[in-house]
């Protein structure tokens, strides 16, 4: 455990295909209602893959996962708006590997961490937002993302999304899922969680993986 921390004990790694079972399962332990079918995970991770992303420890065990959309701005602004859930977003309405170029905002659909008993949730959240970047490059040219948005089911992921640079963008009453939606360009989110990085981490540890350090 380095530093106290457990970082090493982590790696994050793009999810497979026969791992969206998995992340469907997940997703209904953590949101319940809220969950995403897995027909239509199944449909996105067809479509796009690269933002799919697994949270394992070193000896395999799949601990969480994190979820990101790259959305036709069309289907998103009706999202956004409120019009339309995330369930009614389908594969046809993300971008395609080959269209990485074209993306200029993400939508993080789920950010999960489910760890046996006994066992803290920080660390494994912590080198999930550590080590975001590596998932967003797989996704897209970051220096084009303008703004990422994600929505919060629970009060502890409001302060989760507040301390990571969001700010509410449409108030849960004025959207059909009657959830607040947050908003964070990216360069401030970046700021941010470099910011719970260099706190966390001790001066001599090197950052496995990609980090949110500016670019």
């Not at 079972?21 to 796009?48: C, V």
């Not at 009657?178 to 970046?190: D, G, Q, R, T, V």
């Not at 001790?202 to 949110?212: E, F, I, N």
Request: proline share 5%.
């Amino acid at each position: 455990m380095a530093n106290g921390i457990g970082f090493d004990r982590y790696r994050l790694e793009p999810a497979v295909l026969e791992e969206v079972d998995w992340i469907a399962q997940l997703e209904y332990e953590m949101y319940s209602s809220d969950a995403i079918p897995k027909h239509i995970l199944a449909q996105w991770y067809a479509k796009n893959p690269s933002g799919f992303s697994i949270l394992k420890t070193n000896d395999g065990e799949k601990v969480g996962h994190i979820d990101i959309l790259p959305i036709h701005p069309t289907i998103l602004q009706r999202f956004i708006d409120g019009d339309i859930l995330e369930r009614d977003i389908r594969g046809d309405d993300l971008y395609s590997l080959a269209d990485k170029g074209l993306i200029r905002s993400l939508y993080v659909e789920s950010v999960a961490v489910s760890l046996s008993s006994g066992h803290s949730k920080g660390p494994a959240v912590l080198y999930l937002i550590c080590n975001l970047s590596e998932a967003i490059e797989r996704i897209c040219d970051p220096g084009r993302i303008d703004n990422v948005y994600a929505i919060a089911a629970t009060t502890e992921g409001s302060r989760f999304l507040s301390r990571l640079g969001f700010e509410i963008h449409k108030k849960a009453e004025s959207r059909r899922d009657h959830h607040n939606l947050f908003i964070a360009s990216y360069p401030e989110l970046k700021k941010a969680a470099s910011n719970m990085c260099q706190r966390r981490y001790a001066p001599d540890h090197k950052l496995r993986g990609g980090s949110l350090n500016p670019q």
